[in-house]
Each structure stands twice: as C-alpha cells, then as structure tokens.
C-alpha cells in the first residue's frame, strides 16, 4: 500500500508490523482512549447546544455559548496534541480568537465569539466522534485477546481514520490564516501609509506655506508702517509681498496635486496620466485604454503609482523614452510602464519600489518588476477593478 505524496516524509506513519513495536502501542492505546474522550466531549457538546440553544431567548443564552465555545478550543488543542504524540500527526494550532474584541463592547465581543469556526469545527469534532470512540474501543479491545496476529494492521487502518478526521477538522485552513496573516500586514501597511502621508502634508504646510505666509504678514505690517512715512518703500515691499503670494499659491496648488490632483478629478487618468508625464525629464508615451472609470480609489493608487515610477525613472534609470500603458482585463486594472534604460532596479534598491508595491499589495493588487542589467526596465502593476460610484445609474 502505497502512501499519499502530498504527505510529507516526516509525517508519514511507520509501516504496520506484525511485531507490536513502541508505534504500535501508541496507536492502541489511542484507539482505546477514544472511548473517555468522546464520551467527554460528547456531553460537554450536548450540554453547550442545549443549554445556549436553550436558554437563547434570554439575556445569559448567547453569551453561554459564545464562553463554550471558546471551551470547545481546548477540546481540540487537547485532541490535538493527543495526535501529535501518540499518531505522529503534524497538526497546527489555529490563530487564536482576537482578544482586542473586548475593548470594541460587548456585543462585537458576542459576534466574535458566536462566529468563530474553530470553536464550531472543535464541536462538530466531539460530537461525532461518540460513535466512533465506542467501536474503536470495541474492535480494539476484542482484538487484543482474539485477533491479535492483525492487530497491528487493524489498528493502523483506524488510525488512519483518526489521523484523517483530525486533519480536516482540527487543523487550521492554510488558505484561511495565510489571508487573515495578509489582511494584518495589509491594515499595518495602510495605517503607516496613511501616517506618512499625514506627517509629510504637515511638514510641507510648515516649513513650505505656512512659513511663507506668516513671512508674507509680516512684510505686510511693515508695509503698512511705513505707508504714510515712506509710500515708495512700502509700495516696494508689497510689490515683494505680491511675489511672495503667488509663490504660497504655487506651493499649495503643488501640495493640492500631491494629495489628489484637480485633473484627476475632473477628467480622468488619461488626461492626468498625459499632465505628469509633460513634466518627466524623458519623453513618455501615454495610452490609456478604458471604457469606464475605475472607483475613485484605485484611480488614485493607479495615478501615484505611475506618478512614482516616471520619478524613478527621471532620477535613476538614464532612459531616452518611457511608455505608460493602462488598460482593464476582466475585473482587473492593468498598468506597464517600460523603459529603455540601465535597468538594475531592484526592490530592495532604495527607489521606493518596495514601498510602491505594498501599498498596492494592501488592496490586493500585485507588483512585478523585471530589470535585467542594461535594461530594458518593466514594471507590471495589477489593481482590483471596482466600478465609480457616481457611474452608476440613479433611481429615483
């Protein structure tokens, strides 16, 4: 009988004998612990679903079975490492329940608590295993004292139903806690995006504008002095501070744009796509192909982005031409940008690719950069497509 290759070598049982050897053993005495232990978890599932059930329709019946639960997890860490020792079986332990709840109130708290599929999982566990605990322990003690020649073979053929119903239920869905691990990473990328972004519009209010303004008053005040006592003097210093006003404009105007930009507003990614790439340093050839505007949100992910990588461009890559190409597959917003420069970028480079892709990572979008030595540097970015909400049609 030939193994599973999906299993791996260290979790692979030893072959069954004939002699009773230590593995043997462990998977006896498993067999025959199943009955207690059913037994135990059978009640303790029975008594949870009919007393929460039960007592539902008052104030103590939900949060009864939420604390259950929660005791259904030890359950199956317990079952689990009775796995662990006695079959061999590599069983991880699941994500445990998200203790911050209870700073959220109590009935996040409930919710939390009344939803959580490993507690569920753990009970469904307990509850059919009762059948199976009694004819294990049967077969198995009958056959210390008349099949015992097959005993061996009997007692790995019902382990291995043990090991296969522990693996389903007990084990934690990889594909569930690697997405829940992402989501975490992603909501710490967003809020260290997101304090970044606002620590930078505030140092550029305070060392740019908002210096220039409170300088702007001041020679304004002295202006006004100095109006009846020296005209051509104060009419020189307004005639600075006139100066002085149209370049606080044009740093406000340059923040406005760097937050979220009046042409993407207003006209979409082609038209403020084509507006940055008139100020790169090297020619750049636009094409957007989109027959409908994405969410405002991934238009502007999709603009910084681009935004960022022409700046990557005109600082390091010594390119003579660029292009930009967007365009939407299925429920997907593509954007390439190539050039024909030195190539090398890497992600760990220090151009700020590696920021670029986490924030495009923290709403499910994927970055591929290829840049050989000597180029040719294209990088790939892949967003969500999510339909405008002012697109959608109105009802009245």
Known sequence: MT?????????????????????????????????????????????LIGVGVGLSVTVVGLPLLALGLQGARGLGRAERARARGMLGVRIDEPSPMPRGRRDRGFFSWLWSGLRDPVGWRALLFSFMRLPWGVATFAVTLV????????????????????????????????ELEARIAELESDRGVVV????????????????????????LAMDLGLAKEKLTADPEAAARMVDEAHGEVKVALQELRDLARGIHPAVLTDRGLDA?????????????NVSVDLESRPAQAIEGIAYFTVSEL???????????????????????????????????????????????????????????????????????????????????????
């Open 143 to 174: 056959g210390l004292f008349v099949l015992w020649p097959v005993l061996p073979f009997v007692a790995r053929g019902l382990t291995n139903a043990d090991r296969a119903m522990a693996r389903g239920l007990l084990s934690p869905s990889d």
């Open 192 to 215: 260290d995006t997101a304090a970044a972004d606002l620590r930078r519009i505030e140092r550029d209010l305070h060392d740019g504008a908002q210096a220039r303004l409170v300088a």
């Open 272 to 284: 403020a796509l084509s507006a940055i790439a008139s100020r790169c340093t090297v020619p750049v």
């Open 3 to 47: 193994m599973s290759p999906s299993l791996p070598d260290n979790d692979r049982p030893p072959p069954a004998r004939f002699a009773f050897d230590r593995q043997t053993w462990k998977e006896i005495a498993f067999l025959l612990a199943n009955l207690p232990m059913a037994i135990a978890g059978f009640v303790y599932t029975v008594l």
């Open 310 to 396: 022409l700046q990557n461009v005109s600082k390091h890559s010594r390119a003579r031409s660029v292009s930009v190409e967007v365009w939407r597959s299925q429920e997907r917003l593509l954007i390439q940008v190539t050039d024909d420069g030195v190539g090398g970028a890497r992600l760990d480079g220090g151009t700020g690719m590696a920021g670029l892709a986490e924030r495009l990572g923290a709403v499910d979008g994927l970055f591929v950069l290829d840049s050989p030595e000597g180029g040719p540097t294209t990088v790939t970015a892949e967003l969500p497509w999510r339909d405008r909400a002012d697109a959608a049609p109105r009802t009245v």
